[in-house]
């Protein structure tokens, strides 16, 4: 059980959707827009993988569907994660990790020119 927890959030960016949906619900939409690097497609389906793995509760109200992390689901991790999220150090780590596993075109740096 426990090591399905720990696979399920093993992915930063599930971690950090986690965490927008850790202290209360969201949209579909609001989730795409806060992580901005992402397509809508990729966050539904990491949005539908944290429902499957009983780490998130969704709502449906219309066309729209709320999610909200289920605190109780991740047992003894929610500690750990709340802890993680705290820290600056923490955050760096996320925000690295985030880059690393990006896909498609890395930003390049400004080219130099060299002097004649």
Do not use: N
């Amino acid at each position: 059980m426990i090591m399905e927890l720990i696979r399920s959030v093993a992915s930063p960016r599930k971690r950090e959707i986690l965490r927008l949906l850790w202290d209360g619900e969201r949209s579909a939409g609001d989730v795409h827009r806060a992580l901005g690097d992402v397509t809508f497609g990729a966050v539904s389906q990491h949005l539908k993988g944290l429902e499957q793995s009983g780490l998130l509760k969704r709502r449906d109200h219309g066309r729209y569907r709320y999610y909200v992390a289920d605190r109780h689901a991740l047992g003894p991790l929610a500690e750990y994660l709340e802890t993680t999220w705290s820290s600056a150090l923490a955050r760096l780590a996320l925000c690295a990790e985030l880059e690393e596993a990006r896909r498609g075109p890395r930003t390049r740096s400004p080219v130099r020119r060299r002097a004649k």
